[in-house]
């Protein structure tokens, strides 16, 4: 095989990537004309195409990101997506090449990591990504469902509305859960625009998407509830359509046990499935806890760091200590060795160290222990962190953090 040619995405490409995208995930382009917003991620800095045979067989880009981290504080992360690669292609190392250029691109530039979310989850351990935020897949059985005398709710007022007219509340609604919730990336606008068009091969055979808001007593919109209905099963005698809740925003919790109880109470429905957190507090609401069933854990979010020192130092943690950590980073050799992570007031300092490492892990495992999406003790136990026992407990203190992280943003 001759050798592929690496070069930005240019405008006329369009037509040509979009054949790649479609035959590499096997969906059929939209009939709309309207792009997409992976379409228009082409014209975002970090992206590259692979050139083989006289056209682009391969291709990734990124949106422009932030995440937040365990204590509210954000970083900049470029969202790797649209990776695809001709599967007359595949397996010949494209995707290693098109990943390594924009990689080593995005860490020369200064990015302190980068996310995406993966078709599968075998693919980019190996380039250093690891988990961060995962989803349970809830299915909540309606009939099932009484909430206890001590839910909260905060007696919001719930409006319908038609999706496109919530648009200009979306962002401000995400961005303030998004501030409460590790893990949580931003949603890019063109990302927001291709949720609303609601096109009919989102809908999976369901309907199209119906929305409710949640107002507080001066009228501001502060959640908001996206959810489909399907067929009635055959051969059930009762009504039991299937309920997708397709986006789910609040930052209060009360408001979020709210539009919960709405999309919990609607006629004629049976099962109600969703994404939700791995610690979502809905079922410790119930009477009856397996109301609620977890039918999939899944890893949604995988983050590179590309900068160890400065992802460190952005979160907060909640208690003071030290130690020495070793990092094997096979690709960024800045990241690689030994580092002193000092925390005082919640605030660390990440330096070189020339002590031997307490504890030590590959930099894909320190993206899910910093992020604190796994506990230390758990990494040991997979074999994934090495060190003695009290060193690993030490380190499991501090990287504490009370909730999940959590993202809902597909990207
Ligand atoms: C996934 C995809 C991009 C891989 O591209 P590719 O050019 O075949 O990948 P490469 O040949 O560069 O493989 C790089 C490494 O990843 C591994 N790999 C690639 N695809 C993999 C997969 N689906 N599952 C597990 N490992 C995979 C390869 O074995 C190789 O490992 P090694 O270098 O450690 O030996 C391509 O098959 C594709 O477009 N698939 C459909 C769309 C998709 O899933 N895109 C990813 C979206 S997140």
Known sequence: MSEPVLRRPRPDDDQVLMAVDSVAFGWTPPEDGVKSAWQHAHAEPYAWCAELDGGPVGKTAAFSMETTLPGGTSVRTPGVTSVAVLP?????????TLLTRQLTEMAAAGEPATVLTASEGSIYGRFGFGVTTLYARAEVTRSEVEFLPTAPTAGVDLELAELSGVRGDLPGLHEAMRAATPG??????L???????????DRRGMSKMFTVVARDESGTPVGVVGWRVGSQPAGVPVPASPVRVEMLIAADPAVRMDLWRFVLDLDLTGVVTAYVPPDDPLPWALVNPNAVAVRALSHWTWTRILDLPAVMEARRYPVDGEIVIGVVDDMFEANNGAWSLEVRDGRARVVRSREEPAVRAAIDSWASLVMGTVSPPVMAGAGRLSG?????????RMLAWPRAPFNDVMF
């Open 88 to 96: 007359t292609h595949r397996r010949r190392g494209l995707l290693r």
């Open 184 to 189: 949580m990336t931003t949603r890019p606008d």
């Open 388 to 396: 003695h026992a009290d060193s690993v407990g030490r380190l499991a």
């Open 191 to 201: 990302v927001w625009n291709d949720l609303v068009a609601d096109r009919e091969h």
